[in-house]
């Protein structure tokens, strides 16, 4: 375990290797079958609502239609914020809009919240200004596969692995020598800050130096 700040990072986030293949696992993390999408954070909800109108055309019609009844997020059985799934499989907030993405892509999941967010469309919702803003999608998305947990005044930074996902993503990240922390480099700036991530890749390094990753 590395301690940084606040912070207790597993050592599998800076020793295993990943790089998301989504040439091949199609988005498999959006749409892996299960009751509740991805865990939101309090201050995130707002901004669920507030994109809905923006990416609304890019969604599945089963999509909308679960919007319409359900919300863009609910509290699961543990009571904390996720993300709304249709018939216990895709999120709710996944397109498959295969005439606008390149031939490796076409049939894959994709967010249509990220979606908007690179094309800028962000810049008609009030407060926003060209298309800038940190919301690309939730956080426990942007960060995937890790998982954040609060442990008392700490909060552990843990590798998530499911039985049968993201295999391809071991098998690219060995390819081409990529680590999980390095994978999710965006989101844990975004999340911890550059000065914390700048601190973790000093650990990695050192820890490669004796052997330990």
């Given at each position: 375990?590395?301690?940084?700040?606040?912070?207790?990072?597993?050592?599998?986030?800076l020793?295993e290797?990943?790089?998301?293949?989504?040439?091949?696992?199609?988005?498999?993390?959006?749409?892996?079958?299960?009751?509740?999408?991805?865990?939101?954070?309090?201050?995130?909800?707002?901004?669920?609502?507030?994109?809905?109108?923006?990416?609304?055309?890019?969604?599945?019609p089963?999509?909308?239609?679960?919007?319409?009844?359900?919300?863009?997020?609910?509290?699961?059985?543990?009571?904390?914020?996720?993300?709304?799934?249709?018939?216990?499989?895709?999120?709710?907030?996944?397109?498959?809009?295969?005439?606008?993405?390149?031939?490796?892509?076409?049939?894959?999941?994709?967010?249509?919240?990220?979606?908007?967010?690179?094309?800028?469309?962000?810049?008609?919702?009030p407060?926003?200004?060209?298309?800038?803003?940190?919301f690309?999608?939730?956080?426990?998305?942007?960060?995937?596969?890790?998982?954040?947990?609060?442990?008392?005044?700490?909060?552990?930074?843990?590798?998530?692995?499911?039985?049968?996902?993201?295999?391809?993503?071991?098998?690219?990240?060995?390819?081409?020598?990529?680590?999980?922390?390095?994978?999710?480099?965006?989101?844990?700036?975004?999340?911890?800050?550059?000065?914390?991530?700048?601190?973790?890749?000093?650990?990695?390094?050192?820890?490669?130096?004796?052997?330990?990753?």
């Amino acid at each position: 375990m590395v301690h940084i700040g606040d912070t207790l990072v597993s050592e599998d986030v800076l020793s295993e290797a990943f790089c998301c293949d989504l040439s091949v696992c199609k988005g498999n993390c959006c749409n892996s079958e299960g009751e509740s999408g991805a865990p939101l954070d309090d201050d995130e909800l707002q901004a669920m609502k507030e994109v809905i109108p923006i990416v609304w055309d890019d969604l599945t019609p089963r999509g909308q239609k679960t919007l319409r009844e359900v919300g863009p997020y609910f509290k699961d059985k543990a009571g904390d914020w996720v993300t709304t799934v249709v018939d216990g499989h895709d999120c709710v907030f996944c397109t498959y809009n295969d005439a606008n993405v390149d031939a490796p892509l076409k049939g894959a999941c994709l967010c249509a919240i990220e979606k908007a967010f690179r094309e800028g469309k962000f810049s008609t919702l009030p407060g926003y200004r060209d298309g800038k803003t940190p919301f690309i999608k939730p956080i426990s998305c942007q960060l995937y596969p890790i998982r954040l947990k609060k442990i008392g005044e700490y909060t552990a930074v843990n590798y998530d692995q499911q039985p049968g996902m993201c295999g391809c993503a071991k098998k690219l990240g060995r390819k081409k020598g990529m680590h999980i922390y390095k994978c999710v480099r965006d989101g844990l700036i975004r999340r911890f800050g550059e000065e914390w991530y700048n601190e973790l890749e000093i650990c990695a390094k050192e820890m490669k130096k004796i052997g330990m990753i």
